[in-house]
Each structure stands twice: as C-alpha cells, then as structure tokens.
C-alpha cells in the first residue's frame, strides 16, 4: 500500500473506531500486517483466518470458550467473507476493549443470538450455557442443571414474560444488573487481561 494510501486508511479507521486515537489506531494496523504475515491461508494479503483470530483473542485476552469465540469471530467478519480485514479488525476491537456500555450490550446479545432473529431462545441459552457448567461424576443428568439455570434466566431477564429475550429484554436486565451482560458465556476480554 502506498503511503498516501496508509495514511488514508489510518484517517478512515480513526473516523470509524471512534474510541482509539490515532497512533492506537496505527498500532492496531501494525498488529494486524504482524497477524496477516503470519497467517498462512489463502487471505494473506487481505486478511487473517479463524483461527489466527481465535489463537490472538485467547493469547491476548485470555477467551478460551469455543463457541463464544466462533460467535464473537462472526460479529467481527462483518461481510461474512470468512477472514478478518483491517477494518474489522479495528472497528472490532473498538467496541470488545472500550465500547459503550450500550455497544457492548448489542455486541454480547449478537454473540448469543445464535441463528440472528433477534431473540436469545430457550434453546440458544441452554447451547451457550451447556458449557459452563462442572459436571461431578455423582450429579443427575447434567442437561437438567442447564435447563435449569435457562429457566432462572428467562425468569430473572425476560420482562416481557414471552418466553424469548429480545434486545430490549436484555438491556433493562443488564441496565438493572450489569453482571448480566455475559450471562451466557464470556464475550469479552478479562479484565486482568486489560491491565
């Protein structure tokens, strides 16, 4: 890329990623060429793959839930083209590391809105919870102890009794409680990561 052209991109991405200043920005880009240099798929050049994301967000902010982290690599790949571009990658980060409040709340309900209808289901819970949970050899079916945990959910964040969380269910929980904002698995980086 030419230098006019970087330096045009690094204007774009500081517009667009509102919450990092330019050098941060700059540093971000540096550390995506490093990322793509090292990937060795077919989108070197243009991007990196899922797993070079998923090995860097475990590496970097100690993510290590599978299925959260696939979640979270769709939310990035905004064109759904299957790598991570530059921007992406930026505007990405912007929101993981520093967003809102309100921003974070639509991230982590995009990331447990598995099939993306707009809703957190029963079914959706239960698969992002089934994980999250220690099974002792001497307890009762394990599924039972997450559907369990579903029905506290819905009880706790579903205000509009529909059986289903909306945006708008999961906002006013998180707003009344804001330990709820990962409550179906870790989307975000741990804070000790953040340090």
């Given at each position: 890329m030419?230098?006019?052209?970087?330096?045009?991109?690094?204007?774009?991405?500081?517009?667009?990623?509102?919450h990092f200043n330019k050098s941060e920005v700059e540093c971000l880009v540096n550390l995506f060429d490093t990322l793509v240099a090292r990937a060795s798929s077919h989108y070197a050049g243009v991007g990196f793959?899922?797993?070079?994301?998923?090995?860097?967000?475990?590496?970097?902010f100690g993510m290590t839930d599978d299925a959260?982290?696939?979640?979270?690599?769709s939310i990035f790949d905004k064109s759904n083209n299957g790598y991570?571009?530059?921007?992406?990658?930026?505007e990405g980060l912007a929101v993981l590391l520093r967003?809102?409040?309100?921003?974070?709340m639509k991230?982590?309900?995009?990331?447990?809105?598995?099939?993306?209808d707009g809703y957190i289901s029963r079914e959706e819970m239960f698969q992002m919870l089934k994980n999250?949970?220690?099974i002792q050899p001497a307890d009762e079916e394990p599924d039972e102890g997450v559907k369990d945990l579903v029905e506290i959910a819905l009880k706790k964040m579903d205000y509009d009794r529909d059986g289903k969380l909306s945006f708008a269910d999961f906002e006013q929980a998180v707003r009344d409680e804001k330990l709820l904002l990962e409550a179906f698995g870790p989307c975000l980086p741990d804070i000790k990561y953040l340090l």
């Amino acid at each position: 890329m030419s230098r006019k052209g970087a330096k045009l991109l690094l204007d774009s991405l500081a517009r667009s990623a509102k919450h990092f200043n330019k050098s941060e920005v700059e540093c971000l880009v540096n550390l995506f060429d490093t990322l793509v240099a090292r990937a060795s798929s077919h989108y070197a050049g243009v991007g990196f793959d899922r797993t070079v994301f998923r090995d860097t967000l475990y590496s970097a902010f100690g993510m290590t839930d599978d299925a959260v982290l696939d979640r979270v690599f769709s939310i990035f790949d905004k064109s759904n083209n299957g790598y991570i571009t530059v921007v992406d990658w930026v505007e990405g980060l912007a929101v993981l590391l520093r967003g809102t409040l309100e921003e974070k709340m639509k991230y982590c309900f995009a990331v447990y809105d598995l099939n993306g209808d707009g809703y957190i289901s029963r079914e959706e819970m239960f698969q992002m919870l089934k994980n999250s949970l220690l099974i002792q050899p001497a307890d009762e079916e394990p599924d039972e102890g997450v559907k369990d945990l579903v029905e506290i959910a819905l009880k706790k964040m579903d205000y509009d009794r529909d059986g289903k969380l909306s945006f708008a269910d999961f906002e006013q929980a998180v707003r009344d409680e804001k330990l709820l904002l990962e409550a179906f698995g870790p989307c975000l980086p741990d804070i000790k990561y953040l340090l």
